[in-house]
């Protein structure tokens, strides 16, 4: 049974630092993690985009559920393991690599081939790109993830000691701990989690993350923006 449960979408830039943060505890402490899916697209799926989001989500959040198709096969033949490979490899293209481009181009083979040659997976899994087939599946742990953490929830969700313990939305962070506070900090969000009584603890104003794609680097503070509702949506 895994340590941790931890749903990602991999085009969410906050899911991608707390997951760089589970991998250094998951170092340091042998932490089990179970990779998840859920997507931003099937999530906001009753959201006019246009009237809600800025111009460029759909096509972010488009390029995302494509994205987990692949995930979904990469699961079917390659396990957990083989998820974990291409959700570091796919943060890596997304996140690190300088200022964000056309994100409608995340979802196209183009993008995904080089993701899945770095992780060392097979170049014929990006026909999974066009598999719409695998949505059901991926709006089941979505709606599995939803029915943990409740409704009003965006991306990661974590669920701390399956099945039993709690599940929250979070920890969301703009600054990756360095190694040597990387297990600290986590022991005090498991501190809350293992409260029976803890619901919530949260901001809406987060610093834009240390990441290439957002031009902010190491060491760099980012401009503060209210990502209400969990993204920068204009209006609930």
């Not at 959700?87 to 993701?115: N, Q, S």
């Not at 939305?169 to 029976?196: C, K, M, Q, T, Y």
């Not at 923006?225 to 969990?230: I, L, V």
Request: net charge negative.
């Amino acid at each position: 049974m895994a340590d941790l449960r931890f749903w990602f979408d991999p085009v969410c830039p906050f899911a991608w630092m707390t997951s760089k943060w589970v991998r250094q505890v998951s170092a340091q402490r042998e932490y089990d993690v179970e990779w998840r899916f859920i997507s931003l697209r099937l999530l906001n799926a009753h959201v006019d985009y246009a009237t809600h989001f800025p111009p460029e989500y759909e096509a972010g959040h488009t390029a995302g559920l494509r994205l987990l198709r692949v995930a979904a096969h990469v699961r079917d033949d390659h396990g957990n393991e083989g998820v974990a490979r291409f959700y570091e490899a796919c943060g890596r293209r997304v996140f690190e690599r300088g200022p964000e481009g056309d994100r409608a181009e995340r979802g196209t083979t183009e993008f995904v081939a080089p993701v899945l040659a770095d992780a060392g997976l097979p170049a014929d899994l990006a026909d999974a790109l066009e598999d719409g087939g695998r949505d059901a599946q991926i709006q089941a742990e979505t709606d599995e993830a939803l029915g943990l953490a409740g409704k009003d929830v965006g991306t990661p969700i974590l669920h701390f000691r399956p099945p039993e313990g709690v599940a929250f939305f979070g920890p969301v962070i703009s600054r990756l701990p360095a190694e040597d506070e990387a297990v600290a900090l986590w022991d005090h969000v498991v501190g809350l989690a293992s409260f029976p009584g803890f619901a919530e603890l949260k901001r809406s104003l987060r610093e834009r993350p240390q990441l290439p794609a957002f031009g902010v680097q190491p060491g760099e503070v980012g401009q503060q923006e209210d990502w209400h509702g969990g993204s920068r949506r204009q209006k609930r």
